[in-house]
């Protein structure tokens, strides 16, 4: 069976439908890049207050515990204040005494600077608190902005990678090639590739340690990446991979890391995308299919551009 990629002549594409298992009785191995989450890195000993990445944390959620988190904190600030103004019992007019819903809801109108006209303060000590709420309310609510903002403008590349690896003969050579395609109908302008190979190795002194190795590339640029893209390395006498085999690279816990780079033309703005291959993702003797596109009457066949 060969691990093929299919794409369209309108420029959609799809990943490799193969999705290779680890062989049987395999240690599980630890990815370094994850492929459908953001990367978390277990520090031991390092000390790292909950406060102090904030906004990097809030830029990395996703968008269902953002909103969330967002709507926790506005009403657990409206709660609040409504407990600062029952303090007293006669701090807001037309309130209910020890009504809980009325001082709440005149929080809310209080923050988001509303303001019905129906109750308002009616002592000191409730002026006191509104003008504290309302310094409150105009700086959560600028934060909020402008961290929905940054949300939405960080630019992001939908460059979908193969499910695979594949290492077989070119011009009588073994390579190894993984496939990129740009999934959105727009261009990447400079875009660059980078391959490189992880690997466990030990050292004269019995030291097991980790080393990366950056493979050299057929073709790592492009001027313009609007369909796919072909990244070939050449398993040579100076290649890393020399005379490695499935076995061998199971044994070493090796992984392949894939990063792509370049200019979104719509935004013009840099955008990366980056990606892995365990050992037993790396598929030996098969290779990618050509990829060819038809018109939709069928009348004519377009070579679709593949970089390699």
Do not use: C
Not at 293 to 300: F, H, I, M, Q, V
Request: cysteine-free; glycine content about 6%; overall charge positive.
């Amino acid at each position: 069976m060969k691990a093929t990629v299919k794409q369209r002549a309108r420029g959609r594409s799809s990943a490799l439908k193969l999705r290779p298992t680890p062989p049987e009785g395999a240690q599980a191995q630890v990815r370094l890049i994850a492929r459908d989450r953001a990367d978390e890195v277990l520090a031991l000993g390092l000390d790292r207050p909950w406060f102090r990445d904030l906004y990097h944390f809030a830029l990395r959620m996703p968008w269902s515990r953002f909103l969330l988190g967002v709507i926790t904190l506005y009403a657990a600030a409206n709660a609040l204040f409504a407990l600062l103004y029952l303090i007293p019992g006669d701090a807001i007019t037309n309130a209910q005494p020890g009504s809980f819903a009325d001082v709440f809801f005149f929080s809310i109108q209080t923050m988001a600077t509303v303001g019905y006209g129906q109750m308002w303060p009616a002592t000191v000590y409730g002026n006191i608190v509104v003008t504290a709420e309302t310094a409150v309310g105009l700086i959560f609510f600028a934060v909020v902005t402008g961290l929905v903002f940054a949300r939405f403008s960080r630019p992001t590349a939908r460059i979908l990678f193969s499910r695979v690896a594949v290492i077989a003969p070119h011009n009588g050579v073994p390579n190894l090639s993984v496939r990129l395609a740009n999934q959105r109908r727009n261009q990447i302008l400079q875009a660059e590739v980078g391959l490189a190979l992880l690997r466990d190795e030990a050292t004269r002194e019995g030291e097991t340690i980790r080393r990366f190795y950056d493979l050299k590339l057929a073709r790592h640029h492009s001027p313009v990446f609007a369909l796919t893209f072909t990244v070939m390395h050449q398993i040579d006498e100076d290649s890393p991979l020399y005379g490695a085999t499935a076995a061998s690279l199971q044994a070493q816990n090796a992984e392949l890391v894939v990063t792509a780079t370049g200019v979104d033309e719509t935004m013009l703005q840099p955008v990366h995308a980056r990606t892995s291959y365990l050992s037993h993702e790396i598929l030996w003797d098969h290779r990618f299919v050509d990829l060819f596109g038809w018109t939709e009457d069928g009348a004519s066949r377009n070579r679709l551009p593949a970089f390699s």
